[in-house]
């Protein structure tokens, strides 16, 4: 893991254009985020360490081949001529060629009687449903009307697709469960999004809960995430917080609300894990919840007060020059 990291450590980041300041702070916070992450799943061995130098090669091939002679001049050279932008870009596409999931870390077995569930949205049900047989998925605006005769179109069996998963193929499905065993979760379509840290759901989407199984234990066997899972995805953050599998044998979400946050000592959210796509036929209850509304917030401010709060007092160079003595 040296040698590959200890390459990335030499590239030196160009001051940004004022034009563009704004998405380099950004992609400056998301990264430190997911190197703070990538160093916490080494720690507590939640991930083969070959997988975390694969991922570097990857990363530095991106690099070279989408801008080599500016990249040369980075590693080389030590002349600044990279940017926070494409070191994220080229961190996430290096993340997705990654096969499935990459975690070992199972969550605990405490959690077997616990029903779990996911968060969906409406762009799934072209998927999911034969629209000549379920036409409420083609309208423009559903209503709750249509919302329910989806559900029941669901309960019946009726238009499922033989292919309809809960989760895109080739990628980690991501679930939490309730809390208790007498818990149902509910709340408005915007709040499940916030609560859950579903960054990239926009308000025009219809939410849908989709239980998966009767409980976690009729499930299967689920994992805690990694950041090789959440492919650098701006609000995942790396959990347990203080390093110590005491905390928790499964992730935290990131709490878009700042008002659930302040004074929540960092445990805001709810608990997350992940698992591999699910049939839509096997799964046992699906019910609309209504639109998002909002958009979640993108301000720079935003971004950088998550990671703050994730990853405080370091930046970008020194955890890979952490990752890099792992």
Not at 135 to 158: K, N, V
């Amino acid at each position: 893991m040296r040698t590959i990291l200890g390459n990335l450590l030499t590239f030196r980041l160009a001051a940004p254009k004022s034009s563009s300041l704004d998405s380099e702070c950004k992609a400056e916070a998301i990264l430190r985020v997911h190197l703070e992450a990538l160093i916490l799943a080494v720690t507590i061995d939640a991930v083969d360490r070959d997988l975390i130098e694969n991922f570097g090669q990857r990363w530095m091939k991106r690099a070279l081949k989408q801008a080599p002679v500016r990249a040369r001049l980075a590693i080389w050279l030590g002349i600044p001529s990279l940017s926070f932008s494409e070191l994220y870009r080229w961190f996430k596409d290096s993340m997705r060629s990654s096969d499935r999931f990459k975690s070992k870390r199972l969550a605990t077995s405490r959690m077997v009687s616990r029903a779990p569930w996911s968060f969906q949205t409406n762009q799934a049900l072209a998927h999911w449903f034969d629209p000549d047989l379920v036409p409420q998925i083609r309208r423009h605006r559903l209503s709750e009307t249509d919302a329910r005769r989806i559900a029941d179109a669901f309960e019946r069996g009726l238009g499922l697709r033989s292919s309809a998963h809960v989760g895109r193929p080739g990628a980690p499905l991501w679930l939490t469960f309730e809390l208790a065993t007498t818990e149902t979760v509910s709340g408005s379509a915007r709040q499940l999004r916030d609560v859950l840290g579903l960054f990239d759901r926009p308000g025009s989407e219809y939410g849908f809960l989709v239980q998966l199984a009767p409980s976690m234990g009729a499930l299967g066997p689920v994992y805690a995430p990694t950041a090789l899972d959440a492919c650098g995805y701006a609000r995942f953050r790396p959990w347990p917080k203080s390093g110590s599998l005491n905390d928790t044998d499964a992730g935290r979400t990131y709490d878009l609300d700042p008002t659930r946050r302040l004074g929540s000592g960092g445990q805001h959210g709810r608990p997350e894990m992940i698992h591999v796509p699910r049939a839509l036929a096997e799964c046992v209850a699906l019910r609309g919840v209504g639109y998002i509304e909002v958009d979640a917030d993108d301000s720079t401010d935003g971004h950088i007060a998550f990671a703050n709060e994730v990853s405080p007092g370091t930046n970008v160079q020194i955890l890979l020059e952490r990752l890099s003595k792992i």
